[in-house]
């Protein structure tokens, strides 16, 4: 049963601000009621439930929706209202919009694993189809009607005498008792959902009135940037402020945990006044570390015995009796996120409570960090959710806000924003972790796989970062550093995959996709070298191994017709890949060229099964914004270490893709009604793999490990 | 500290900062106008893409001192009510995704659009590829470009 509340203490507050009552609606799930929605292959526990919903019809006949979800691009605020208004059955052109307060009451509120859609597409259904419940109740007493007779339409409750529009009604239906097991829509009634439907939020971007976290201004805001240790690990030592309180602008110098700060009038002060600080430093056991040396930590650990993330079989036997056997070493690079709007918050810091103004994948996360950096309690914490310029996973972890507290601790009452520049971002991140992974295969005596062997070895995800412990600290395998090679669906007979941890010092954490951004490419990759060894068209090969897993095989087939599969123009080379993950499935064929040694990406035919489809439109920008993410990491993406430091510090030497070298992109999405699967994921790991591919059809080169510009491809 | 004077969206602007200070910063923290964005401070990326004099301008590298007596449009100047034709065709096409970079984007494709009337793919990757989009928005940024002057040559007509 759920529990529920009309005029809360906010929807009071809110009402006031109004100046005008209404139907407000806020209900409460049980936990596990979305449960079963959320599940994610090898990533550990279950998603923490993240329930609630909140809704207010105003006499004015405006439909505003709380967002309890932050809004990186991926389209939660206007597919979560879309989810709502469907139900509501409201007029979609008064529906507003604003990110909800953080607050248990909406249980954990963060944007993470492609699941926002996943875990509010029943509830947030429920919600708008109780309120429309609530508001046909409502006419039916003033008309002295049943319920049962009335219907609605586009914010209108319409029976025999005639219509009222559902802010007419909002009052009376507010000071009704709330419904249970109200019927949810067939989906041949949806009106919005699987339409494609205009963002809400785009004219707020377009001109220039969109508030993104680094665009927070309470009023008597301070600038600080931080010097942190160039190595991972390090710590001030000690540090000289004299020639820094010269530089014109500079209001204070501050020492928090992890560096320097310099607060200043302007951010542009605040740099300069940071460029005259002179600190020595404890660097720490990492000061020697290259990644050279890390590579090989890797070669080392994976002749280690590991931990089994995966087994079928047995691949000793089949290796013994097989007619051929093939191995090879692949190679993933560290990774920065890099997004658009770097890190930052803005925070303040007074006796007894606490404000901050963030962009945050983890809205939950960044309130608890604000209450235990101060001590104060969480109630005491108020979190503004601000647009995030990009989030890619980095926006996931909450150090850069316990950063800003700490350095607003130090000014208390004065609201401080903590900006990272460029290099701070780049040589700061919490990476992609490299990793490592010897295969060796067989082949029956037709050709077709009858073994894989994956001898894993990376470091976990979180290394270094608070959630370390999460993620392979126990005996098991860190779940998502093996995911893409322990949750393939190939019918080989004998696999075996295992693990070995292989921390390094660099610290990780989820970059998109997360571990299947590694071991797609991987695992499609060795796929290919099977094939050709056993003579198989690679398509073939993976129709024959998918025969059994009829959603993969869907897919695989639709992006193979559609791309015309082995019917490529003179000149131009296919490749393919196709993973399952969070809850979908994608395929994705490659068409290139070489041109001078350099590989040209054309045209990329994307295809995927998300289950239902809630705006088609965001699902095809998603799936573009995957391929060109995946796309520009495997062309020229890797931070590479050396004396324990990020060599990479800006956009010149971290390259990323540019329009000129846009390819031809094309999605196809297969709408089925299972259960409602991601896409903000779901693209990244198959282009690297198809690409790859591609470059072995046209040039009989393996690439086995990335960037092509290691390769001097790009 | 000096005082700078220049018009700003059309209106008359002084300030009294650094003559060093990076415009971006100037209009972002002094000014309080964060349409423009920071995106590495280096001119590598364009999310801080301004009109000066008309030009598409980097304002993280444009020292304030060297805008005295010129004029500046951001994006908040564009137009008065996104009526600008990229404005336009980028609400049309819902280009933006996370939109960070957008108004970079906007600002040079407007400048675009001034010198080419009809611009070809290969004149959009020429003038576009200074500005990053992590989002990978590029192909509809394409679309949007061939939109906008669509609409601009019927504007011009009307």
Redesign the interface.
Known sequence: MSTATILSRRTFLRTTSVGAAGLVLSVTWPRGIIRAAQGRGGRGPQFQPQPNAYLHVAPDETVTFEITKG?????TVTSLAMLLAEELDCDWQKVRTEFAPVDPVYGNQGVYGSSSIRSTWTPLRTVGATARAMLIEAAAQKWGVAASQLHTENGYVIGPSGRLSYGSLAEAAAALPIPSGVPLKEPSQYRLIGKAT??L????????????G??A?PQGLV?AVLERCPVFGGRVASFDATKVKAV??VKNVVQISNGVAVIA?????A?EGRKALEIKWDEGPNAAQTSAAISQLFAERAQQQGIVAKTAGSVQQALAGATKKIEAVYEAPYLAH?????MNCTAVVRADSCEIWASTQMQTGSRAIAAQTTGLPPQNVKVNTM??????GRRGGVDYVRETVEVAQAMPGTPVKL?W??EDDMQHDTYRPAAYVKFAGALDADGWPSALVANMACPSFGNGTATDTSFGGGSGPDGVAVEGLSTFEYAIPNVMVDWRRANAGIPTSFWRSVGYSQNTFFCECFLDELAAAGGKDPVELRRRLLANSPRLLGVLNLAAEKADWGKAPAGHFQGVAAVNHIGSYFALVAEISMDKGKVRVLRVVCSSDCGPIVNP?IVR?QL??????GL?AAMTGAITINRGRVEQS???DYR?????Q?P??EVYTVPTDNAPGGIGEGSVPVIAPAVCNAIFAATGKRIRRLPLSLEGLV | ?AAIKFTLNGKTQNVD??PD??LL?VL???L???????????A??G?CTVHINGNATRSCVTRIASVESKSIT???G??AD?SHPV?RA??EL??????????GQ?MAAADLLSKKADPSDAD???L???????????????RAIHRAAELKAQGAKA
């Open positions: 809004e990186m691009g991926q389209g205009k963002r939020d785009t004219r707020d971007k377009i001109c220039g009135q969109a508030k993104f680094l665009d201004r600038y014109a602008g009038d302007n951010t542009w002060s740099i890099s997004s658009m709007e770097p647009f995030m310029g990009g989030g890619f900006t520049t460029r439109m920008q573009e914004s995957g391929i060109v993410y520009s800006n956009f010149s990323v893709l540019r329009i000129n846009m031809q992109i | 500290m900062v650094s200070m990076p910063w972002r923290d002094t309080g106008m964060t349409g423009t964005k920071f995106g590495c401070g280096m590598l990326c999310a951001t994006i908040e564009l137009s996104v404005q980028w609400l819902d280009v933006p995704q996370c939109g960070y970079c957008q108004s906007i959009i990757d020429e576009m590829m200074g500005n990053i989009c992590r989002c990978g928005t590029y192909q509809d940024i394409r």
